[in-house]
């Protein structure tokens, strides 16, 4: 079960390049939809479409909020129950990049390896897993931690399996920068 916790410190560090990636994703996507509006310039149904994609890929900041805090950390725990490598290693990005100039391996790797250490059971528990706001931590209103005693699950996880970790507001949203 240590190995584990290493497991997933070291993945949470692989995470940076898949965000860098992903962030390089989401520029081209809004220039894609600029591609699209040029052509669609006549067609008035494109245009409304290409606004609200670009919406959700980052164009308005998240809620500086707990709420959106505990919000992302969910998605980050219903991801890894359902092998979302790309979802995980967005969300971890940060951390994942500490770990990553560490030594470890990109985060596609090692989430690989991560995912092969979480039983079945606790894969499905993942998918639904909630966190109880009332043993969230808020340290400052940009760093907030999230202890394993708040995850709400069907399955039991141990410091080794999950851990604590922490957010940071970055970058116009939550992500993980620490775990323990």
């Keep these: 079960m240590a190995a584990s916790a290493c497991v997933a410190l070291v993945a949470c560090a692989c995470g940076p390049e898949k965000s860098k990636e992903n962030a390089d994703t989401k520029p081209s996507q809004p220039s894609s939809s600029t591609r699209t509006i040029e052509p669609s310039a006549t067609p008035s149904p494109s245009a409304p479409t290409a606004k609200p994609s670009a919406t959700p890929t980052g164009v308005q900041p998240a809620p500086r909020t707990k709420e959106r805090a505990i919000q992302r950390?969910?998605?980050y725990?219903?991801?890894l129950g359902h092998e979302d490598i790309r979802t995980v290693c967005e969300v971890a990005g940060p951390g994942a990049k500490k770990a990553e100039d560490k030594g470890f391996g990109p985060c596609t790797s090692t989430y690989v390896v991560v995912f092969q250490m979480i039983s079945p059971a606790q894969k499905k528990a993942l998918q639904k897993a909630t966190v109880d706001p009332q043993r969230v931590v808020v340290r400052t209103p940009?760093?907030?931690?999230m202890p394993l005693e708040a995850v709400r699950s069907s399955a039991?996880?141990?410091e080794n399996d999950l851990g604590d970790y922490t957010?940071?507001?970055l970058k116009k949203d939550w992500y993980i920068?620490?775990?323990s």
Excluded: N, P, V, W
Excluded at 142 to 145: L, P, V
């Design 167 to 169: 957010l940071e507001y």
């Design 177 to 179: 920068t620490d775990g």
């Design 77 to 79: 725990l219903h991801a």
């Design 142 to 145: 940009d760093k907030i931690e």
């Design 156 to 158: 039991t996880f141990s």
């Design 73 to 75: 950390y969910e998605q």
